[in-house]
């Protein structure tokens, strides 16, 4: 296989570079293995995790759906890191391997990790039925938790000021794109597809409900005693201190947990402590306009 030009170079020493694909920003490495991640063969057994990136709600729902495959068996869910035992099929850093070839060597069943927008979701996950799980956040907290993640992971580029970000956001000019267009795009696809659309704030109101959706979704019936013992495990506080969950794994020169922690807060409505008041407005305005008509509707604050 041919490495591409960013991979051979890129040691996490320096800043990620991005590009476009098909309108949408992408760490360069995606970029150059596009084709290959578009030709991606899926497996009817497939289960695809999506989400907006940072939806912190990511590295959770892969937390919670491990538990539910393995019926709450947590020893068996700290085999691997989050990352080995869900390849992020468009990831591709020579530090911590390539997604797509660790996706096409696992065997089946797989459950696999995108934060790819509808539009670019290689087809055969759609031709093939996979099952997928959307989970969504709503866009201000979601907005400073992708900011603190640029923050502290040389993967992406660097955010730039707080007021920078806070416009790249709005703009769309970030890796994966704007996330409007992402929510509302697998929004309009949960209907004719085998989508299941769940959302963060849910999950923080009323985990067990949740956790019993994707259980009925998976095919999996748990009892009581084993849906109590998933939403312990994947607790904040327990995944924080979770070495197999809280990216401690991935080299400090990649993801440097001092400058802010891969697992940082977990809460709904901490955008209050970042956003101005003139920038809520601003992004008020905005998001009525952009979400006008769709149906869709988030929670701010509890
Ligand atoms: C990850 O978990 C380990 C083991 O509990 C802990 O020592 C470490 O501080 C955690 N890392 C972060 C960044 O929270």
Known sequence: RALSRMELKWDGTERMTVDYVKGILQPTPTCDSWDQIWDFQARPDDLLICTYPKAEGTTWTQEIVDLIQNEGDVDRTHRAPTHVRFPFIEWIIQSIGSGLEHANAMPSPRTLKTHLPFQLLPPSFLEKNCKIIYMARNPKDNLVSYYHFHRMNKALPAPGTWEEYFESFLTGKVCWGSWHDHVKG?????????????????????PKHEIRKLGEFIGKKLDDSVLDKIVHHTSFDVMKQNPMANYSTVPAKVMD????????????????NHFTVAQNERFDEDYQRRMAGTGLTFRFQF
């Open 186 to 206: 697998w929004w309009e696809a949960r209907d004719q597809h085998r989508i299941l659309y769940l959302f963060y704030e849910d999950m923080k109101m009323n």
């Open 257 to 272: 947990h001092s400058v802010s922690p891969f697992m940082r807060k977990g809460e709904v409505g901490d955008w209050k």
